[in-house]
């Protein structure tokens, strides 16, 4: 269960992890179960999605009292929502701490509703987007910046951040010329298994990915698409920028590293062979 969806998260409010419905669990007599996570969420930490524990500071009026009634209902047993036709009612906000299980990072999630309806938003304690350890400082700087624009679910100025940082990348890799033919450079020697094994090892959707923040820049008939564009998507290319990272800037070095140790030792044999004929 993705905890950046709105949808997704107020699900999963109703899941057996989640303080709401523990509280409602123990009100009717029932034990209480308290599963590893109620849902995943990347950790800029961790480098990668990983379960969240939640803790409700402020859950009153938006979606509490009437997710609250469902929850005590005699046929939900204490948890979960039985009734899907009428939508949860939001007005003032509500707030939520989220921690990962795997290290010490904290979120802190703000579910609110504008004149468009009920948003989610939530924030990392510690930032960097889904840069790696070893990922170059222009790119991480790019990827922190994307992260707190879709944070905020501006995911257009998200968009143009990724490009940015996509660009830096391909250019660190070696790739020439504007993003455009680096995407075509990049293309051309996957497609002819030509390309360097980080990039072999990719998802054969990370073309399609790349291409849709290519065209991240606003253009007179580019409204609609940009206003499209949702938290699963963005979800993607969180997801493929993390893979990507991953490979070129982590499992790469360390298997050149390796290959470079084993070469040698192999030299070494080789020498030593040689000089007792």
Not at 27 to 52: A, E, K, T, V
Not at 55 to 77: I, M, P, Q, R
Not at 127 to 151: D, F, H, I, M, W
């Amino acid at each position: 269960m993705s905890l950046e969806n709105l949808t997704e998260f107020v699900n999963a409010l109703a899941s057996r992890g989640s303080d709401v419905a523990q509280t409602a669990r123990l009100r009717r007599g029932l034990s209480n179960d308290d599963p590893s996570h109620i849902g995943m969420l990347y950790c800029p930490i961790c480098s990668g999605y990983s379960g969240m524990k939640l803790d409700t500071l402020y859950f009153e009026s938006t979606v509490g009292k009437e997710l609250y009634s469902e929850l005590v209902k005699e046929d939900t047993l204490g948890f979960g929502r039985t009734s899907r036709q009428k939508p949860l009612e939001y007005s003032d906000p509500s707030l939520f701490r989220l921690s990962c299980v795997n290290c010490p990072n904290t979120f802190y999630v703000l579910v609110y509703k504008n004149e468009t309806g009920p948003k989610l938003l939530n924030f990392s304690v510690r930032g960097g987007g889904v840069a790696t350890p070893n990922t170059p400082p222009l790119v991480r700087y790019y990827l922190e910046q994307a992260y707190k624009a879709q944070s905020a679910t501006a995911y257009s100025a998200a968009l143009t951040m990724y490009r940015a940082a996509l660009e830096q990348l391909l250019e660190d890799k070696g790739f020439n010329g504007g993003l455009a033919s680096k995407l075509n450079e990049f293309e051309s020697k996957v497609v002819a298994r030509t390309a360097p094994s980080w990039a072999m090892r990719q998802d054969a959707e990370i073309l399609t990915v790349f291409k849709e923040i290519s065209k991240s820049h606003a253009h007179p008939n580019e409204l609609k698409r940009l206003q499209a564009i949702d938290s699963q998507f963005m979800s993607k290319v969180q997801q493929t920028f993390a893979s990507l990272l991953r490979d070129a800037y982590e499992l790469e070095p360390r298997k050149e590293a390796a290959n470079a140790k084993i070469a040698a030792a192999l030299a070494k044999a080789k020498k030593k062979a040689n000089k007792s004929k």
